[in-house]
T-cell receptor, first 114, second 115 residues
Framework: AQKVTQAQTEISVVEKEDVTLDCVYE???????LFWYKQPPSGELVFLIR??????QNEISGRYSWNFQKSTSSFNFTITASQVVDSAVYFC???????????FGTGTRLQVFP | NAGVTQTPKFQVLKTGQSMTLQCAQD?????MSWYRQDPGMGLRLIHY???????DQGEVPNGYNVSRSTTEDFPLRLLSAAPSQTSVYFC??????????????FGSGTRLTVV
C-alpha cells in the first residue's frame, strides 16, 4: 500500500525566515513519482514539482528547493526567505509504477506573517 | 487550452437530493479521477478511470457513482446527498503511466454543501 505522511499540520513563520515542510512516503514500488502541490487561499491546486524515484538529485527553483532522500523515504520542501504570498496549504503526493492513482498527504498549512 | 473544467463551482443540496458534478478535459488524458477535500484529511480519492468504459473505486467511494463514456468527460453522481458529503470536490486528469508519467492537472473545484 502507498502512504504519504505530512506530520506538520501547521507552521507559522515571520517573513524572510526559511521553512522546511516534511514529507515521508511509503511504497513497495521500485519506480514511483513524488509531487508537491500548493493550495493558496483561493482554493486551486498549483503543481510545484514532480520527482522520479530514480533521480535523487536535489532541485532548486528560485526560493524553492526539494531534498529527496530514498534512504529515509523523504521528500522535503524548503522555502528560503519566505514571503507572505507563500501562505498556503502544501500537499505532498505519491504515485507508483503499478498504479496511476495519486495519493496525497494530509497537507501542511503554512502561514507567513509580515 | 481549457485544461480540466469543473461545473458547477458552488452547489447547495438538500439531504436526499441527487446531482451530478461535471468534469471535462481537453488534453486527451486517459486517466481521470475525483477527490474530495475535507479539513485535516487532505485529498481522498473517490473514483478513478483509466479510459473510456473503465472505472474503479478509490478510498472513499460510498454514496458516489461514476461513468466514463468518452475520454473527455468523467461525471460524478451523488445518488442521495447526505450532510457527510459536504466537501470540496476536485477532478484531476493525467496521461497513463504507459504514456509517460507527467503531472496531474486539477480542475478548480466544486464546493458542495448538503443541508
Amino acid at each position: 500500500a502507498q502512504k504519504v505522511t505530512q506530520a506538520q499540520t501547521e507552521i507559522s513563520v515571520v517573513e524572510k525566515e526559511d521553512v522546511t515542510l516534511d514529507c515521508v512516503y511509503e511504497t513497495r514500488d521500485t519506480t514511483y513519482y513524488l509531487f508537491w502541490y500548493k493550495q493558496p487561499p483561493s482554493g486551486e491546486l498549483v503543481f510545484l514539482i514532480r520527482r522520479n524515484s530514480f533521480d535523487e538529485q536535489n532541485e532548486i527553483s528560485g526560493r524553492y528547493s526539494w531534498n529527496f532522500q530514498k534512504s529515509t523515504s523523504s521528500f522535503n520542501f524548503t522555502i528560503t526567505a519566505s514571503q507572505v504570498v507563500d501562505s498556503a496549504v502544501y500537499f505532498c503526493a505519491l504515485s507508483g509504477e503499478n498504479t496511476d492513482k495519486l495519493i496525497f498527504g494530509t497537507g501542511t498549512r503554512l502561514q507567513v506573517f509580515p | 487550452n481549457a485544461g480540466v473544467t469543473q461545473t458547477p463551482k458552488f452547489q447547495v443540496l438538500k439531504t436526499g437530493q441527487s446531482m451530478t458534478l461535471q468534469c471535462a478535459q481537453d488534453m486527451n488524458h486517459e486517466y481521470m479521477s475525483w477527490y474530495r477535500q475535507d479539513p485535516g484529511m487532505g485529498l481522498r480519492l473517490i473514483h478513478y478511470s483509466v479510459g473510456a468504459g473503465i472505472t474503479d473505486q478509490g478510498e472513499v467511494p460510498n454514496g458516489y457513482n461514476v461513468s466514463r463514456s468518452t475520454t473527455e468527460d468523467f461525471p460524478l453522481r451523488l445518488l442521495s446527498a447526505a450532510p457527510s458529503q459536504t466537501s470540496v470536490y476536485f477532478c484531476a486528469s493525467s496521461l497513463l503511466i504507459g504514456q509517460g508519467r507527467g503531472g496531474y492537472t486539477f480542475g478548480s473545484g466544486t464546493r458542495l454543501t448538503v443541508v
